[in-house]
Structures are given as structure tokens and as C-alpha cells.
Nanobody, 122 residues
Framework: QVQLVESGGGFVQAGNTLTLSCAPV????????MAWFRQTPGKQRELVAS???????NYPDSVKGRFTISRGSARNTLVLQMNQVKPEDTATYYC????????????????WGQGTQVTVSS
């Protein structure tokens, strides 16, 4: 079992930078993929960024060039640096840990954090 503890959410003005962190706790032997998702009321949860073994990253066009996902100094800590934030980045952000299914060439998102709110004012 893996627990994920997010931190760093809050209020930020458009154009500024906000950094989110996620600290996993538990058995991490099968984890080789970590990601950030976000969700707003009435909408589906969407992928914001992912990173897997070999530091292979993936971003949707909406955040590419502005957000950076990385592993922090502490083992397995996950960091999301959000630069040039926009009001449309306002959402609850969720940390996720899982694994990449090489056989089927697809990610498997297994464990979720409780979420941290990010609010961007214009």
C-alpha cells in the first residue's frame, strides 16, 4: 500500500510560480511512474504531467513549456513546478503513483493523494 502526501497548494497571482510536492509513504517496489493530475468541479480529472523510469516525462499541450515535473532531493519525492500560471490552472491537484505497463505500452495509475487546491487570480 502507498500513501501520497501533497503540499504546496494555495493562492497565486497569474504569471507567478507555484511549486507542489508529493511525498510517498509505504511500499514503493512496484512504483516506476508518478504523475500529477488536476480536476475542477464538473470536469474529468486530467493529466498534468508524468515521469517514469529513465526520467521520461509527458505533458499535455496546455501546460507544456510552463510546468516541470521532477523528482525531489528526497528519494521518490515528486515535485511540480508551475511557472507562468494562468487562471485556468485553478484546480485541485492530485499526486499519483503507479507503474508503466510495458507489455501493453500504457500507464497504470494506482494510488492517489487527497489533493491540494491551487487558485490562480487574474
Amino acid at each position: 500500500q502507498v500513501q501520497l502526501v501533497e503540499s504546496g497548494g494555495g493562492f497565486v497571482q497569474a504569471g507567478n510560480t507555484l511549486t507542489l510536492s508529493c511525498a510517498p509513504v509505504g511500499s514503493l517496489f512496484t512504483i516506476n511512474l508518478m504523475a500529477w493530475f488536476r480536476q475542477t468541479p464538473g470536469k474529468q480529472r486530467e493529466l498534468v504531467a508524468s515521469i517514469r523510469d529513465g526520467d521520461i516525462t509527458n505533458y499535455p499541450d496546455s501546460v507544456k513549456g510552463r510546468f516541470t515535473i521532477s523528482r525531489g532531493s528526497a528519494r521518490n519525492t515528486l515535485v511540480l513546478q508551475m511557472n507562468q500560471v494562468k487562471p485556468e490552472d485553478t484546480a485541485t491537484y492530485y499526486c499519483n503513483a503507479g507503474y508503466y505497463d510495458d507489455y501493453n505500452a500504457r500507464p497504470r495509475y494506482e494510488y492517489w493523494g487527497q489533493g491540494t487546491q491551487v487558485t490562480v487570480s487574474s
